[in-house]
Every structure is written in structure tokens, then in C-alpha cells.
């Protein structure tokens, strides 16, 4: 079975440009969480869709937003870039919410705001 | 606010002895508790986990204990192998909320052969 996908790998973006990160999940798994981490954060939870439904939100401003499509792909788009939204992006999935014994990370998109 | 503390960055211990990784947590209401190793370059994968019925759960070399009444957590290895240098998130949710984990900063541990 395939892992999960993420791309880009790597992005480097200017200030005030918008980015969007799309994630694949394993075949099958229908919940795509997405994390940010930064080296003094950790790993922060961003949003969890199931379904094509956003069923969490973490505590970051509206910049932050996210899709789910029918095939269970995940997109995170970034908008107005600021110097701190440099990070690691990781994407997760699962079968079902909650079953964190069974969620699976992606490599992550790393991100550069210059 | 960091809701999940890994107090310190970094951990050598030699090939062979115990490693012991620790993390605390503020929230009483949390009731699952993870560990994810994470390799350079590559994502998080899970390790062990525990509930808060419990406050001991093993699996292999890997042993996880929870005090909560301290709101504490360690992760213990034995012995300690030089593939297990990585650096270690332990993460923590409360039931029904989804995949809403809160990670700690990671400790990176290095085992020296």
C-alpha cells in the first residue's frame, strides 16, 4: 500500500503570497488531519476533515484553510504569508477519526517564507 | 499554551542502557496518550500508546507509563539501540475529538554504539 503523499516537498514563497499544500492519503482512509511544526511549537494541529466535512480546528487565524475532496485528497492553503508560517507542514490520515494508533504522517511540505 | 511539555530537547544514553523520555501535560481531561518516533526527512510514525484506564502498556522494548496524578508520562527503552536515534513526540488527546492530538516539542535521542 502506498503512504501518504505530500506535495510539494519543499516551497519557498515571499511574503504576503498565498500557498496551497495538497496531501494523499492512503487508499482507504477517509480522515486527513494536518499539522505545522516549527522547531519551538512542536507539532501544532491545524484541521482534521473526514468525509469532506472539517470536523476540528486548531487555534490558527483564518489565513489557515483547508479542503477535503470526494477522494479523500486534502488541500491547505495559505493566504497573506507572514515570516512565521515558515514550517514543516505534515498530513496524516486515518480510516476513522480518532484512531491515532492508526494514523499515518507524509514526509511534509516544508515551507520558506522569505 | 503548550498543553504538552517535553522538557528536554535533546538525550544520549549508550548502546545497551535505558533510555528514558519524559513529558508532562497540563489538561486533567485528556485520557489517550501517544509516543511517535520520527526519523529526519521523513514523518512521524506511531509508537505506543496508553489509555488513562491504564498506567502501563508494553510492547516489545518499549514501555510507556503514566502518572496522573502527576500528569506524567515517560516512555522507556531497553535496551537501547543505535536505530532508535530519533527524535520522540509524545501527544495527548481527550476522547471524541477526533484526531486532535497536542504534541510536545520532541526530545532527540541519540544512542551511541
Known amino acids: ?114 | 499554551d503548550q498543553q504538552v511539555k517535553q522538557n528536554s530537547p535533546s538525550l544520549s544514553v549508550q548502546e545497551g542502557r535505558i533510555s528514558i523520555l519524559n513529558c508532562d501535560y497540563t489538561n486533567s481531561m485528556f485520557d489517550y496518550f501517544l509516543w511517535y518516533k520520527k526519523y529526519p526527512a521523513e514523518g512521524p510514525t506511531f509508537l505506543i500508546s496508553i489509555s488513562s484506564i491504564k498506567d502501563k502498556n508494553e510492547d516489545g522494548r518499549f514501555t510507556v507509563f503514566l502518572n496522573k496524578s502527576a500528569k506524567h508520562l515517560s516512555l522507556h527503552i531497553v535496551p537501547s539501540q543505535p536505530g532508535d536515534s530519533a527524535v520522540y513526540f509524545c501527544a495527548a488527546s481527550q476522547k471524541n475529538t477526533g484526531n486532535q492530538f497536542y504534541f510536545g516539542t520532541g526530545t532527540s535521542l541519540t544512542v551511541i554504539p
Open chain 1, 1 to 114: 500500500k502506498a503512504g501518504v503523499t505530500q506535495t510539494p516537498r519543499y516551497l519557498i514563497k515571499t511574503r504576503g503570497q498565498q500557498v496551497t499544500l495538497s496531501c494523499s492519503p492512503i487508499s482507504g482512509h477517509r480522515s486527513v488531519s494536518w499539522y505545522q511544526q516549527t522547531p519551538g511549537q512542536g507539532l501544532q494541529f491545524l484541521f482534521e476533515y473526514f468525509s469532506e466535512t472539517q470536523r476540528n480546528k486548531g487555534n490558527f487565524p483564518g489565513r489557515f484553510s483547508g479542503r477535503q475532496f470526494s477522494n479523500s485528497r486534502s488541500e491547505m492553503n495559505v493566504s497573506t504569508l507572514e515570516l512565521g508560517d515558515s514550517a514543516l507542514y505534515l498530513c496524516a490520515s486515518s480510516s476513522q477519526p480518532g484512531l491515532a494508533y492508526e494514523q499515518f504522517f507524509g514526509p511534509g511540505t516544508r515551507l520558506t517564507v522569505l
